[in-house]
C-alpha cells in the first residue's frame, strides 16, 4: 500500500493515462461516425474536426475517483467519499447521455435544458446542498431551486466558454486548482484527490485539444466540467459566511461564469428591444440560441491569435483564482480582500473585455426605453419597485438593528406601514408616476428626492410617537432605509442618464475605426452637446467615419477643461499648432463664429488642406399659417425672420 503523497500522484497519473490513451480511440469512432464540427462563423478551426472527445475525459475521471476511493487507502478527511462518488456517478451518468445525443444527433436547447435540470436535481437528492443563508436555515424548496440554478449556472458557462482549442480543459484545470487548494487550506484532503483525477483527465485531454486541436470536447465534455466543479465548489461553503463563501466559488470558476452572465444579458436585452421585429428574427434573438460574441470571439476579432487569446483566459481566471485563496486563507480580512479581488477584476474585465458588451447592449436598452410603447409597463413598474425597495430596505434594517429572535416575520410585517405608506402615498399623490423619466429635469430629480426624506421624517415621527425611547434605533433605521431604499427608488429614474453617458463615452473612446477621419468641433456650447447626443445614437449618424480629437473654443477659462466628455484644446490661435500635432483633417463649426473668426477658420481650412463643415439647426417653416385680422392689421409673424 503507498503512503499518503504517492496516493495523490496515482490518483492525477491515473486520470491523465485513461483519458491519453482513450481520446485517440474516442476520437476515431467520432470521425469513423461523422460527429465533427464543421468550421463556420462560430468555430475558428480551419478543418473538419471530430468533438465528443468528453467521453474520454468522463471514463478517465471516473476511473481516478476509483483510483482515489475504492483502492483501499489510508482514510483521508473530507466529505467526498465513496458513497458520494456512487451518488455523483448516476447524475454525471444522465448529462453524459444528454452531452452525446446533442453531440451526435444535434438537440433542441429547452430539452437540453431539461435534460441539465435532471441531473442538477439528482445532484441535489444526492447531498448537494448549500443548506443555510445569512444564518438561517434554508427550506427545501429554496435550497433546491438554488442548487438547481447554481449547477445550471456552471454547466452552461463551461458550455458556451468552449469555443477555442483548449479553452475549457485549461480553464478547468485552473479552477480546479483554486478549489483543492481551498480544500487543502480547510483540510479536506479527500476532496483534494477528486479534484487531482479531474486535472489528470483534463492534462490527458489537452494533449489532443490544445491548438491546433485534432478533437473537441463537445457538450459532452463541457458541461460535464462545469457540472463536477459547480457540485464539488458547494463543499467550500462555510454556512456563517454566506456571501463571502459564495465568492468563493464564483472566482475561482470566474472567467466561465462572467461569459455566461454576460451572454445571458446580451442576449435578453436583445430580444427584449427587439419588438419591431418579425416573430422569426426574435426567435433568432432568444436568450438559448447561440452567438459569436463570446470572450473569446471577442478578443479574436480585436486581432488575437488562437494562443494569445486562451492565455490572456487562462491568467485572468489564475487571478481571480488567487483571490479566492486569499479570501480563504485569511478569514479576518476577507472582506478587504474581496472587495479589492473585485475592483481589480471589474478593471480588467471592463478595459480588456466587456466595453463592446456595454456599448452595444447599452445603446439597445437606450433605444427600448424611449419606445412609447413601454409607457405603460413603466408606469406600473415604478410603484411595484418603490414598494419592494422599501420593503426589503425597511426588512434588512430590522434585521441589523433589532435582536434576532423568533418575531421577525411578524415584526416586520407590522411596521410596514409606519415605515413605507407615508412614502408610497406621497409619491402617489406627487406626479412621479407621471413623468417621463428618461426626459426628467433636474427639478423632477429633486422634487423626487424632496418627496422621499418627507416621507422619511413623517415615518420616523410615527415610530417615535408609538415608541419614544426607540429613538436611536429608529434613526438607524431611517439611515438605512435612505441609504438603500431611496438610492434603489432613485436609480431606477435616473439610471437611463447614467447608461446615455456611459455609452457616449465608450462610443466616442472606443468605437474609432483605424481609418475615421480625424476632426475637431469648434465651439463648446450647447449646440455641440446636441452634436454628440445626435452622433452617439443616432445609427444613421454622418459621424460613423470621423473621430473627434477635441473640442476648439474661443472662451479662455475653457481651455485645458473636459467638456461633454472631450478636452477643450485651446482656441483659435492655437489651432494651426493643434492641427499638425494632431494631424487633424477636418474641422466642425458647431457655434455661431463672428465673421472675422468664420474668415480665419476658413483661411486655415484652405492652408492645410482641412474640410470644413458646419452641424446647424433651424426653425423651418413648413406650412405658412394666415390667421384672419381686422382690417389694417399686421400679422405678428411678418416680424419674426427666419431663425439660422
Known amino acids: 500500500m503507498f503512503d499518503g503523497f504517492d496516493k495523490y500522484l496515482a490518483v492525477l497519473f491515473t486520470g491523465f493515462v485513461v483519458t491519453y490513451l482513450l481520446t485517440p ?3 476515431s469512432l467520432a470521425v469513423r461516425f461523422g460527429v465533427v464540427d464543421l468550421p463556420n462563423e462560430r468555430r475558428p478551426h480551419k478543418r473538419p474536426t471530430a468533438r465528443g472527445g468528453g467521453l474520454a475525459l468522463v471514463i478517465g475521471f471516473h476511473a481516478a475517483c476509483l483510483m482515489a ?17 456512487r451518488n455523483f456517478a448516476l447524475s454525471s451518468l444522465v448529462l453524459l447521455a444528454v452531452g452525446l445525443v446533442d453531440d451526435i444527433r444535434g438537440m433542441k436547447p429547452l430539452v437540453k435544458l431539461a435534460g441539465q ?13 448549500f443548506g443555510e443563508l445569512f444564518g438561517w436555515p434554508l427550506p427545501p424548496v429554496l435550497d433546491f431551486v438554488l442548487v438547481e440554478l447554481w449547477l445550471l449556472a456552471t454547466i452552461n458557462a463551461f458550455n458556451l466558454i468552449d469555443g477555442l482549442d483548449g479553452l475549457a480543459s485549461g480553464l478547468a484545470i485552473i479552477s480546479a486548482l ?24 483534463c492534462l490527458g485531454f489537452l494533449r489532443y485539444n490544445f491548438h491546433p486541436a485534432s478533437i473537441f470536447l463537445g457538450d459532452t465534455g463541457s458541461m460535464f466540467l462545469g457540472f463536477i466543479l459547480g457540485v464539488v465548489s458547494l463543499q467550500t461553503f462555510n454556512k456563517n459566511t454566506f456571501v463571502l463563501s459564495l465568492a468563493i466559488p464564483m472566482m475561482v470558476l470566474g472567467v466561465p461564469i462572467y461569459d455566461a452572465l454576460l451572454a445571458i444579458w446580451r442576449r435578453s436585452v436583445r430580444q427584449l428591444v427587439s419588438e419591431d421585429l418579425s416573430p422569426g428574427a426574435r426567435k433568432r434573438l432568444g436568450i438559448m440560441q447561440p452567438d459569436v460574441e463570446h470572450l473569446h470571439h471577442r478578443l479574436l476579432k480585436a486581432g488575437l491569435s488562437t494562443r494569445r487569446v486562451a492565455t490572456t483566459l487562462f491568467v485572468t481566471n489564475a487571478m481571480l483564482v488567487f483571490f479566492g485563496l486569499l479570501l480563504t486563507t485569511f478569514g479576518s480580512y476577507s472582506s478587504g480582500i474581496f472587495l479589492f479581488a473585485l475592483l481589480a477584476a471589474a478593471y480588467v474585465l471592463m478595459r480588456r473585455m466587456a466595453v463592446i458588451e456595454l456599448r452595444e447592449t447599452g445603446g439597445a436598452i437606450l433605444a427600448g426605453l424611449r419606445r412609447p410603447n413601454h409607457a405603460m409597463f413603466k408606469s406600473l413598474m415604478y410603484p411595484v419597485w418603490d414598494l419592494l425597495c422599501l420593503a426589503g430596505a425597511q426588512a ?26 407615508p412614502t408610497i402615498s406621497l409619491l402617489a399623490l406627487s406626479r412621479t408616476y407621471v413623468i417621463v423619466w428618461t426626459r426628467a429635469r433636474v427639478l423632477d430629480v429633486l422634487m423626487l428626492l ?17 415608541d419614544p425611547s426607540i429613538a436611536g434605533t429608529a434613526l438607524i433605521r431611517a439611515l438605512i432605509i435612505a441609504a438603500l431604499g431611496h438610492a434603489s427608488i432613485l436609480s431606477v429614474r435616473v439610471g437611463y442618464r447614467c447608461v446615455e453617458e456611459v455609452v457616449h463615452y465608450l462610443r466616442a473612446n472606443f468605437d474609432t475605426p483605424k481609418d475615421a477621419e480625424r476632426i475637431v468641433l469648434y465651439g463648446a456650447g ?12 443616432s445609427n444613421s449618424s454622418s459621424f460613423d467615419r470621423r473621430h473627434i480629437v477635441g473640442l476648439i473654443d474661443d472662451e479662455a477659462a475653457l481651455h485645458f477643461q473636459w467638456v461633454y466628455g ?22 466642425v463649426i458647431t457655434t455661431a463664429l463672428r465673421p472675422e473668426t468664420l474668415a480665419a477658420v476658413r483661411g486655415l481650412a484652405a492652408q492645410y488642406g482641412l474640410a470644413l463643415s458646419e452641424w446647424s439647426f433651424a426653425d423651418r417653416e413648413m406650412i405658412a399659417a394666415q390667421p384672419e385680422k381686422a382690417p389694417g392689421m399686421r400679422n405678428e409673424g411678418d416680424r419674426i425672420s427666419k431663425l439660422q
Open 25 to 27: 480511440l474516442v476520437r
Open 69 to 85: 476511493l475504492f483502492f483501499p487507502w489510508q482514510k483521508f478527511a473530507g466529505g467526498l467519499d465513496f458513497h458520494w462518488w
Open 117 to 129: 435540470a435532471l441531473a442538477a436535481g439528482l445532484a441535489f437528492a444526492s447531498g448537494a446542498r
Open 178 to 201: 483554486g478549489l483543492g487548494g481551498i480544500f487543502a487550506i480547510n483540510h479536506a484532503p479527500s476532496n483534494v484527490l477528486v479534484l487531482l483525477g479531474l486535472i489528470g483527465a
Open 396 to 421: 434588512l434594517a430590522l434585521r441589523l438593528c433589532d435582536p434576532p429572535g423568533t418575531g421577525f416575520w411578524n415584526t416586520w410585517y407590522l411596521s410596514l406601514p409606519i415605515w413605507v405608506t
Open 450 to 466: 424632496l418627496t422621499l426624506a418627507t416621507g422619511l421624517l413623517i415615518s420616523l415621527g410615527l415610530a417615535l410617537i408609538i
Open 526 to 537: 450647447g449646440r455641440c452637446q446636441l452634436l454628440l447626443k445626435e452622433r452617439s445614437f
Open 566 to 587: 472631450h478636452l477643450v484644446l485651446g482656441g483659435l490661435k492655437e489651432l494651426p499648432r493643434l492641427i499638425e500635432k494632431h494631424h487633424i483633417r477636418g474641422i
